[in-house]
Structure formats: structure tokens, C-alpha cells
């Protein structure tokens, strides 16, 4: 946990919530390989809030598509 605090101030503060939540539910020997897919993820991610700014809805599909290559992974 401690490992990724310099990584989670880098958010903004709701997408931290996010990346609390998600955290808490990840057991720990998947946090490392979900670090790695939350950085490329942010990137899109950053490019999706550059065009749609105050959409917090598209946020939350993109928590939705991360899982899901989460299980493509294992």
C-alpha cells in the first residue's frame, strides 16, 4: 500500500475514490499487476477526460472495462 501512495496522489480526488475502492477489493498479489494496467489506463483515461471534461459517467465504465481485462489476464 505504502509503494503506491506517490502513485495515488497523482489523481484527482474522485478518481482516487475510485482507485481506493477497487484496491480494497484486490487481493494483494494482484495489486502489482494492477498497478502496471492503471498507469496505461490512465493515459486513456486522461485522453477521455480532455474531450468529455465533466463526465463522471465514463469514469466509471472505464473502472467497468479495466475489470474485465483484469480476467482476460489470469
Not at 26 to 52: A, R
Not at 62 to 70: A, E, K, L, T, V
Request: with cysteine; glycine share 0%.
Amino acid at each position: 500500500m505504502i509503494k503506491t501512495l506517490p502513485f495515488l496522489l497523482s489523481f484527482s480526488p474522485p478518481r482516487l475514490l475510485h482507485y481506493q475502492q477497487k484496491e480494497c477489493r484486490s487481493p494483494p498479489e494482484q495489486q502489482q499487476q494492477q498497478q502496471q494496467q492503471q498507469q496505461q489506463q490512465q493515459q486513456q483515461q486522461q485522453q477521455k477526460e480532455q474531450q468529455h471534461h465533466q463526465h463522471y459517467h465514463h469514469q466509471q465504465q472505464q473502472q467497468q472495462q479495466q475489470q474485465h481485462q483484469h480476467h482476460q489476464q489470469q
